[in-house]
């Protein structure tokens, strides 16, 4: 089964006056849809534009796993373990809140910052916080969230390139840029889709395009 989400479909948030401009694929804050709350442990799957000087302040997390793709720009990342990193374009961020952290977002760059953050529910909670960033993740190399059951997958494809969709018993696919076809579905810039039970599915790339895939281990 594959369920589509297109982009202008997403809950629009952020605060505009403060620079910020949010995106959110599921139910998010005051955006509440009681049919949009999860698929399988992904929890959130937000677009974030940030002009420059602009921010998320320090606030609270926990029992939440939270990944971050930069797009465009640099994303300047403290929290209350000491850790502060500026995350680019091609870096992965995976922040586990476990039993709590406090942590800040910035633009602390000249130009515009957009990043995808993705945030997935461990299968136990508590725990102690860990943060780590893979620089420069190669193509189609898995990173493991194994606190959720959960992996992640970035593919950059040529115009006309194929990829294999993971079987799995659930994948969420985000498409960053570019466009796609999956299934006989045209699939653009911000659209996701929820596939559950995938088997034997592939996708095309219509353009240059760049991708984020989970393979979830439950739906």
């Known amino acids: 089964m594959i369920s589509v989400r297109r982009a202008d479909e997403r809950y629009r948030g952020g605060e505009a006056a403060a620079g910020i401009e949010s995106l959110h694929a599921f139910s998010f804050g ?7 709350l999860r698929f399988g442990p992904v929890l959130a799957c937000n677009e974030e ?5 602009a ?3 320090e606030h609270p997390h926990s029992h939440t796993e939270i990944v971050t793709w930069v797009v465009e720009g640099e994303l300047t990342h403290r929290d209350s373990e000491g850790h502060a990193t500026v ?3 091609g870096d992965v961020q995976h922040l586990s809140s476990a039993g709590g952290v406090r942590h800040e977002e910035r633009n602390d760059g000249a130009g515009p910052l957009v990043f995808v953050q993705m945030w997935l529910a461990p299968k136990r909670p508590g725990g102690d916080p860990s943060y780590e960033i893979v620089r420069g993740i190669a193509d189609s190399t898995p990173y493991a969230v194994l606190a959720a059951g959960a992996m992640l997958y970035v593919r950059r494809l040529a ?14 696919v985000h ?3 570019g466009e796609v076809d999956l299934a ?3 699939l653009g810039p911000g659209d996701s889709a929820r596939i559950a039970e995938a088997a034997d599915l592939d996708l095309v790339a219509s353009t240059r395009s760049e991708l984020l895939f989970w393979e979830l281990n439950e739906v």
Do not use: H, K, Q
């Open 175 to 177: 498409v960053v840029r």
């Open 87 to 89: 995350v680019r374009a």
């Open 55 to 57: 921010g998320f302040d």
């Open 30 to 36: 005051r955006f509440y849809d009681p049919d949009n």
């Open 49 to 53: 534009r940030l002009a420059p000087g």
């Open 159 to 172: 115009s006309g390139e194929r990829t294999a969709v993971p079987d799995a018993p659930g994948v969420y």
């Open 184 to 186: 006989g579905t045209r």
